[in-house]
């Protein structure tokens, strides 16, 4: 799978709602997929325990998105890429309201 195919099954899902989606996006905020399969981590999303126990790391400006490819996987992206490819996405399926919404972000 390549980057785009990866933002477009974590945007494409049915939970979050694209509404919520643009919340978390505005909150830099991650989520998790409802069935487990794929997410967004923000740095801040990290707790202590992940950071200095489990050795988890995602450098300020950058979001990690979890998918699944046959199995579990991750990438780490710069956030503007990741708000950027998401108002693409929004913008392609026809929720302009949502996309003026991240106009800031």
Same mark, same amino acid.
């Given at each position: 799978?390549? *980057?785009?195919?990866?933002?477009?099954?974590?945007?494409?899902?049915?939970?979050?709602?694209? *509404?919520? @989606?643009? @919340?978390?996006?505005?909150?830099?905020?991650? +989520?998790?997929?409802?069935?487990?399969?794929?997410?967004?981590?923000?740095?801040?999303?990290?707790?202590? %325990?992940? =950071?200095? =126990?489990?050795?988890? +790391? =995602?450098?300020?400006?950058?979001?990690?998105?979890?998918?699944?490819?046959? *199995?579990?996987?991750?990438?780490? =992206?710069?956030?503007?890429?990741? &708000?950027?490819? @998401?108002?693409? %996405?929004?913008?392609?399926?026809?929720?302009? @309201?949502?996309?003026?919404? &991240?106009?800031?972000?």
């Amino acid at each position: 799978m390549n *980057e785009s195919d990866i933002l477009e099954q974590v945007f494409s899902s049915n939970w979050p709602t694209k *509404e919520s @989606l643009v @919340l978390y996006a505005l909150k830099r905020h991650g +989520f998790g997929g409802d069935d487990g399969f794929y997410g967004v981590t923000y740095p801040n999303d990290l707790d202590e %325990y992940q =950071i200095e =126990i489990e050795g988890e +790391f =995602i450098p300020d400006g950058f979001v990690e998105i979890n998918y699944w490819d046959g *199995e579990h996987k991750e990438i780490q =992206i710069p956030e503007r890429k990741y &708000l950027e490819s @998401l108002k693409d %996405y929004l913008s392609k399926n026809g929720y302009e @309201l949502l996309v003026d919404k &991240l106009a800031n972000a």
